[in-house]
């Protein structure tokens, strides 16, 4: 009430809750004898990414060539429901010899690593053992970039399936090599060929058919071609990826899986980036922190560190943190704290200013006027396929200009899940909806992400909105 009053003397009629504008919060300043510094939430967002998050691809970026040493590839298995995902990564699993040995069963913890012979050397490959690409693209909206390689299982006696679109389009979007598994092979009325037929209208073309995705038959069930499917992630990895990462550092990475255990308090399976986590590290993970008490791999053996690709659980955490939450070793206990709290405030603020950074159609044109965008990312959902089709033609003969690149970075036929939201948040896209409704929550998630999302039921009217926004004539809606 008191600011109200000054306010009142310097000629403002405000009231307590009432934002002000810049000049007054000066003036406001002044009178009291303060200097007022106004900083924009993106300044400030930027100030706190920059201390408390790791941009693990510019960290990498700066490495000398001396310091970096070959990792194996992290592998995410996407496709179709019932196409046969958790029974690959199961079959994947078992055949790893060298696990059989000396390892013992294998614990479900969130990723594990086989290893495979390829050409005389005995290499590692990281499997994430969540099966989906919702689990990829939740990480991805969090910033992790925590898949290399991505095996995309086609049932042979099913064929592309929706799910296997909208999988193969996470995939895409992320820039992330597929290697194709085609699998049930045993069934009858398998039809491998239709597959790689099918696949070429998503530009996913066979080594066989003169393009560069490896296509390999395979039956989870009898474990059947699994080692020529190994076997193709790392020709895959070896033909286009430098995965490299420096071992001789305090770690960095990211948490693949959490929860709370009875007996042991918050766990957490986290995968390293770069560098070597040792127990009795100090850590951060996401808003989490602690002491690393005592790790184990995938076999729940004890171990004492973990390389780049490595995944371990970790115990010692003081509480849990989510998956795709990023983690880094702190110098001491101390610090790790201060950081977790800072993350944790950073979280709150990164959410408010969030919201104002995302596009809309009423604010593309501005944008682009002002070069923080060059390109208008779409995401069109219909009630059937012949209008999503009609509607992502009808979008790409609009004449956007030199300037603008109009990219439709996934449709599909349904309802808009959250799925959808979170590819629009990763990829700055604006959600249209066609004869469709957002699933339930959905619209909630857009709101707090701050995601256009706008639905129609007539094309026409989706275009004059796309034209308007494109020429800066788009009136907000109220
Ligand atoms: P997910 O939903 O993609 O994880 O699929 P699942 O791994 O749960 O498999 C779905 C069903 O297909 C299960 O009944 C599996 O036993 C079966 N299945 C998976 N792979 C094969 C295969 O190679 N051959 C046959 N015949 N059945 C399979």
Redesign the pocket.
Known sequence: ASLVTVLFHLGEMATATQSLDEDTFSALGAELGYQIQIVSPEEEDRELLEDFNIDIEAELAAETDEELEARPPVVTVM?????????????IRKSDVISGEAGGITQHIGAYQVRHVHEGVDRAITFIDT??HEAFTAMRARGAKVTDIAIL?V?A?DGVMPQTIEALNHAQAANVPIVVAV?????EGANPAKIRQQLTEYNLVAEEYGGDTMFVD?????G?GIDDLLEAVLLTADAGLDLRANPNKDARGVAVEAHLDKGRGAVATVLVNSGTLRVGDAIVAGTAHGRVRAMFDEHDNQVKEALPARPVLVIGLTSVPRAGDTFLVADDDRTARQIAEKREAAERAAQLAKRRKRISLEDFNQALEDGKVETLNLIIKGDVSGAVEALEDALLQIDVGKEVDLRIIHRGVGAVTQNDVNLATVDNAIILGFNVRPAERVQELADREGVDMRFYSVIYRVLEDVESSLKGMLKPEF
């Open positions: 496709g179709h429901v019932d196409h046969g995902k958790t029974r690959l990564l199961d079959a099966p989906g299982v049932a006696d699998n049930k092979v045993d069934k395979v039956s989870a069930l009898q059947k």
